[in-house]
């Protein structure tokens, strides 16, 4: 069995940037408390709450005189509010996530009634809409793109997870509702470099395995789109939940992870491949 890892796969600038900085914030040894998971993999996750990273929900339960904003970013509520009572703040957010909240703010006072494409229960994509005053509209699918109440000028902007070409499809959408539109591509680099080596390397193999947390939007959206190529995919947190029968009688198996995994995860992921092939009696063994 052949065992092929995407071009692009793992973590992110964005990804890599949060973590160097919470763990630059622990060197000390003092609590700091991140407002919800620092990245969508609760692995990496569990690990800096070893290290004395404190998950929150709410500012109320922030015990320390830190805070970390995570790399989905926060609302400017949440920073105004910090300050406000004296919290010391380490701002993680990914830059691309901030260039779309600031694309977001701009449009809203340049006149334009904004929509955001994105997962509307997600943190980033509330996030960008808060940073334009919370008015606007957050779209999953360009067919809900009817049901708004749209001005004359719209502008729209993505969540930086989100597949170009459902960006695309509701910039089509809205096009034909409104007299003027202004759509900015904050989709990041990194985001379209996953998808595109993923499904390049999902054409050419016979299953594809996904890595990444459950909770993790581009993840999810990797395996949406590799399966949308007509290979068998399966979207897996950890190696051991890759199942013998996904891959027996197969030749090749293709290895993508999303933006939140890191490179332990998608090694462990190939070695237990490797060991399944190993203890398999059939083609794969030999």
């Not at 701009?106 to 509307?120: A, F, I, S, W």
């Amino acid at each position: 069995m052949e065992i092929l890892v995407a071009q692009y796969a793992g973590f992110c600038f964005g990804v890599k940037r949060a973590l160097e900085m919470a763990k630059s914030a622990l060197k000390d040894n003092q609590e700091i408390a991140s407002l919800g998971p620092l990245i969508h993999n609760p692995q990496v996750v569990a690990r800096l709450e070893r290290e004395g990273l404190r998950v929150v929900d709410s500012l109320q339960e922030v015990a320390c005189g830190r805070l970390l904003i995570r790399s989905h970013g926060s609302p400017p509520e949440v920073y105004a509010a910090a300050t406000a009572v004296g919290l010391e703040i380490v701002d993680a957010t990914c830059p691309f996530v901030a260039r779309a909240q600031r694309a977001a703010a701009e449009l809203q006072r340049d006149g334009y009634g904004l929509v955001v494409v994105g997962d509307r229960d997600h943190a980033e994509a509330r996030g960008i809409l808060a940073h334009a005053g919370g008015s606007g509209y957050i779209v999953e699918h360009p067919d809900e793109v009817a049901e708004l109440e749209l001005p004359w000028r719209v502008g729209l902007v993505a969540q930086t997870t989100q597949r170009l070409d459902r960006f695309q499809a509701v910039v089509s959408a809205v096009l034909e509702r409104v007299e003027e539109l202004r759509a900015c591509n904050t989709i990041c680099r990194a985001t379209s470099q996953r998808q595109e080596s993923a499904v390049r390397l999902a054409e050419q193999v016979d299953v594809m395995i996904v890595v990444g947390g459950y909770n993790s939007a581009n993840t999810s959206r990797l395996a949406e789109l590799c399966r949308d190529t007509g290979t068998a995919t399966y979207h897996v947190e950890t190696a051991r939940e890759v199942s013998p029968t996904w891959v027996a009688d197969v030749e090749r198996v293709g290895v993508t992870a999303g933006a939140s995994t890191p490179q332990d995860a998608i090694d462990a992921v190939c070695v237990r491949l490797r060991d399944l092939e190993e203890a398999s009696d059939g083609p794969m063994g030999k």
